[in-house]
């Protein structure tokens, strides 16, 4: 184990000290832009009124070793999502409608659905940009040292990069202020990693512009209405303005129902825009903000205007085949043997062996063939005609957390919850859901959350070439939550402070 004790951290301020570093950290917040829109039935053209995002005040221990893995795994996991969207025939079998996940999970199916008519229609655009992010979170469980195990593997809408990078900022600028009180030896430059993620993301973008050849071309965002994580996106749009003179515009699906249109044989996407209808704009790289969720797609025509934005020449971030391999079944399966081993190289061999290190145990729900859990595990209870992978779930609830295909927090099932949510599961919609042995986190860390009124993630881009990892990202939640998600309100935005041992 490691020898850093969690259990004592964070330092323990005075009322006073704690009340000045949060005088200083949410004016710092506010200043820079880490921030949100406030809570609103429907957000105006125009705001006139910010929050700040939820925050830490001290950043989060990580040890060293296991923060430089971590980044030296993120190479690792580009080349290897990127080969899995490049594998159209796994793709049809692991998420398809005919044999896949797409059988039990409609959104799925409307995806791979459009997918398949646009494969047969044919592509005209074979580059795929990735803006990936891994999360993860310290294990301490199954007797072995602390570890580093994966939460999941995100390709569309990879949130909170550039707030991450201003978190980090904050956390330094805290320590330049205060030096935390000398409080804790930990507290030294050298233990704050840099963190530039705004910029390794927006040169991501950039290119994917690049590479589409049409300098005066637009990079399109497509966000989801009354968004209010909006300076999370304009940071990379101040960024690619700046920084690599491209302009980018901003639309919603419903917006482009109308907006957009496809030109020509090669399918140039063109926005005409009703504050310039004169001059329409031609898009080289679609960003998607949105479109990872059901009610992202209320009606047809926001179905419509998604696969208007796939048929096209621009170059998309993500496509439809690299966000269904961002699929929770997607991640099950790598995890089977031998499977991974299938997009990596004989001369990858060991790290097909680090990226099995950090995955939990899983098994799909409908599988007749679940991993042993331990030597000592019981025998799970096999009801008539119900999959060995459901039995074994309801035997272990307490150490599982079941997740569907989605993205956006808030929809798995956890631990105790779990046998009466099986209970209430046809066998068909068994298939879209997997389970997975809860990853058991350090006791006793806590740290100092602040809102308005730990699990870690590094932020990588791949456009036809690895780029490696770009920034990173950290989240902290308190011990009552199951979910992790910032947006959705479950944890806060953090950063990291080094340490060793």
Known sequence: MS???????????????????????????????????PPTPSQPPSPS??????????????????????????????????????????LDQVMGAEVGVGQADEFVKRLWKGWKEIREEGIVQPLHLGLFRSDYLLHTGDGHALGLKQVEFNTISSSFG?????????????????????ISPHFKPENFPPNDTTSGLASGL???????????????????????????????????LEKHSIRVVRQTLLELATTASLSGPS??????????????????????????????????????????????????????????????????????????????????????????????????????????LSASSPHAEVRSGEPLGTSLARRHADKLVLKPQREGGGNNVYKGDIPAFLEGLSADERRAWIAMALIVPPAGIGSYLVRAASGAGQSTRVVRKERGDVGWLMRTKGVESNEGGVAAGFSVLDSVVLVDG
């Open 49 to 90: 009124s910010v929050i700040h995002a939820p925050i830490s005040l001290v950043p989060a221990p990580v040890p060293r070793a296991i923060f430089q893995k971590a980044q030296r795994l993120q190479s690792v996991y580009n080349h290897l999502y990127a080969r899995v969207a490049a594998d159209d025939d796994f």
């Open 267 to 372: 399918r140039t996407l063109i926005l005409t825009l009703p504050s310039n209808s004169d001059s329409p704009i031609e898009i080289s790289t679609v960003y998607f903000r949105a479109g990872y969720v059901p009610t992202d797609f209320p009606t047809e025509t926001h179905w419509t205007a998604r696969l208007t934005l796939e048929r096209s020449r621009a170059i998309k971030c993500p496509t439809i085949p690299l966000q269904l391999a961002g699929g929770k079944k997607v991640q099950e399966v790598l995890s089977q043997p031998g499977v991974v081993e299938r997009f990596l190289s004989t001369s990858e061999s060991s790290a097909a062996e680090e990226l099995r290190e950090t995955w939990m145990p899983m098994w799909a729900l409908d599988t007749e063939n679940p991993p042993t």
């Open 206 to 240: 950039a290119e994917a512009h690049k590479a589409y050849g049409v300098p005066s071309a637009y990079i399109l965002f497509v966000v989801q209405p009354n968004e209010r994580n909006v300076f999370d996106q304009r940071w990379l749009d101040y960024a690619l």
């Open 162 to 182: 550039p707030l991450s990078d201003r978190v980090a900022a904050m956390h330094r600028y805290l320590y330049a202020l205060t030096d935390y009180y000398h």
């Open 3 to 37: 020898s850093f004790d969690f259990s004592q951290w964070p330092p323990q301020f005075t009322d006073v000290q704690l009340a000045t570093l949060l005088h200083h950290a949410t004016t710092y917040a506010l200043a820079h832009g880490l921030a949100y829109l």
